[in-house]
C-alpha cells in the first residue's frame, strides 16, 4: 500500500501570498489532520477532515482553512502569509475520524518557507 | 488542558550505550500515550503505544516505554543505540479527539 503523499515537499513564498498544500491519504482511509511542526513548538493540530466536513479544529487563525474531496484528498489553504508560517506542514491519516486508538500515519510532509 | 513536556531538547549518546528519552504528560484521565520517530526527511512513524494493561510496552526498532502513572510519564528506552537512530523523538497524548504532541528530543549517535 502507497503511504501519505504531500506535494509539493517544497515551496518558497513571499509575504501576503496565498498557498495551497495537498495531501493524498492512504487507500481506505477517510481521516485527513494537518499539522504545523517548528522548531520549539513541535507538531502543533490544525484540523482533521473526515468525509468532506470539517471534524476538529486547532488554535489557528482563520487564515488557515483546508478541505476534503469526496476521494479523501485534503488540501490545505493559507492566506495572507506571514513570516511565522515558515514551518514544515505535516497530513497525517487513519481510518476513522476523532479516535485517538487509531493509529495515524504520517506523509513526509511540506517545508514552506515565507520570505 | 492537555500538555506534553520533553524535558530533554537535544542527547549525544554513543554508538551501544543505552538511552533513555523522557516524557511527562499533563492529563486528568487515563491517557493514550505514543511515541513517534522523524528521521530527516521523513514525517513520523509510530514507534509504539499504551493504552491500558501491561506498563512496559515493547515497541519497533527495539525501542521499549513504561508508562507511570504516579510520575505522569512515559520514558522511551532502548538498551543498545545503533548510528541509525540519530533521529528526533516525539511524545504524544491523545485526548479527547485529538492528539497533543511534545516538542521533541533530537537525538545525535556517536560511532
Known amino acids: 500500500k502507497a503511504g501519505v503523499t504531500q506535494t509539493p515537499r517544497y515551496l518558497i513564498k513571499t509575504r501576503g501570498q496565498q498557498v495551497t498544500l495537498s495531501c493524498s491519504p492512504i487507500?481506505?482511509?477517510?481521516?485527513v489532520s494537518w499539522y504545523q511542526q517548528t522548531p520549539g513548538q513541535g507538531l502543533q493540530f490544525l484540523f482533521e477532515?473526515?468525509?468532506?466536513?470539517?471534524?476538529n479544529k486547532g488554535n489557528f487563525p482563520g487564515r488557515f482553512s483546508g478541505r476534503q474531496f469526496s476521494n479523501s484528498r485534503s488540501e490545505m489553504n493559507v492566506s495572507t502569509l506571514e513570516l511565522g508560517d515558515s514551518a514544515l506542514y505535516l497530513c497525517?491519516?487513519?481510518?476513522?475520524?476523532?479516535?485517538?486508538?487509531?493509529?495515524?500515519?504520517f506523509g513526509p510532509g511540506t517545508r514552506l518557507t515565507v520570505l | 488542558a492537555q500538555s506534553v513536556t520533553q524535558p530533554d531538547i537535544h542527547i549525544t549518546v554513543s554508538e551501544g550505550a543505552s538511552l533513555e528519552l523522557r516524557c511527562n504528560y499533563s492529563?486528568?484521565?487515563?491517557?493514550?500515550l505514543f511515541w513517534y520517530v522523524q528521521s530527516p526527511g521523513q514525517g513520523l512513524q509510530l514507534l509504539l503505544k499504551?493504552?491500558?494493561?501491561?506498563?512496559l510496552v515493547q515497541g519497533i526498532k527495539g525501542f521499549e516505554a513504561e508508562f507511570k502513572r504516579s510520575q505522569s510519564s512515559f520514558n522511551l528506552r532502548k538498551p543498545s543505540v545503533h548510528w541509525s537512530d540519530a533521529a528526533e523523538y516525539f511524545c504524544?497524548?491523545?485526548?479527547?479527539?485529538?492528539?497533543?504532541f511534545g516538542t521533541g528530543t533530537s537525538l545525535t549517535v556517536i560511532p
Open positions: 497525517a491519516s487513519s481510518l476513522a475520524v476523532g479516535r485517538v486508538t487509531d493509529t495515524q500515519y
Open positions: 487507500s481506505g482511509h477517510r481521516s
Open positions: 477532515y473526515f468525509s468532506e466536513t470539517q471534524r
Open positions: 492529563y486528568g484521565a487515563t491517557p493514550y
Open positions: 499504551y493504552f491500558s494493561g501491561d506498563t
Open positions: 504524544a497524548v491523545g485526548a479527547g479527539n485529538q492528539f497533543y
